[in-house]
């Protein structure tokens, strides 16, 4: 239901930011209704509202990833061998020669040889795929992934 790269946090609203909600009403099948509800409940959302908000934004970010347009903001993961040879120098050349902006890093010692790192980062959205593309192809990594979302207002 809710795209893997598209996860995004939002504040909740204060009661002076309440005035600005919008009500509307929205016709669908019985069926359709009944699975939206179950798939709410099962991921526990306390109303619809939440949930088609919810939807309504990661629409928002796809649609954002897919133009090109404006700036996105991510997360990217990874999981290599620090024993690698020159691993490690190479993912910080990556970092430091990149167009993307890193905020900031967290590096886990998961065992003897394997390392997990996490890279918060900012950019426009070919910029950030390429540089995530670009991680995954360093020999020494074993996985990499990507969750991106955007600053939406």
Known sequence: MVSAK???LFPSRSAASMKEISRFGVSLPADLLDRFDRENERMGYGNRSKAIADLIRNSMVENAWESGKGEIVGVVTMVYDHHTSDVVNRLLELQHDS?????????????HHNCLEMLAIRGRPSDVKAFSDSVKSVRGVKHSGLVIT????
Do not use: G, Q, R, V
């Not at 167009?99 to 010692?109: E, K, W």
């Not at 955007?150 to 207002?153: E, F, G, V």
């Open 6 to 8: 598209a996860m995004y």
């Open 99 to 111: 167009d993307i902006a890193i905020y900031s890093t967290m590096h886990i010692h998961l065992d």
């Open 150 to 153: 955007s600053n939406l207002k």
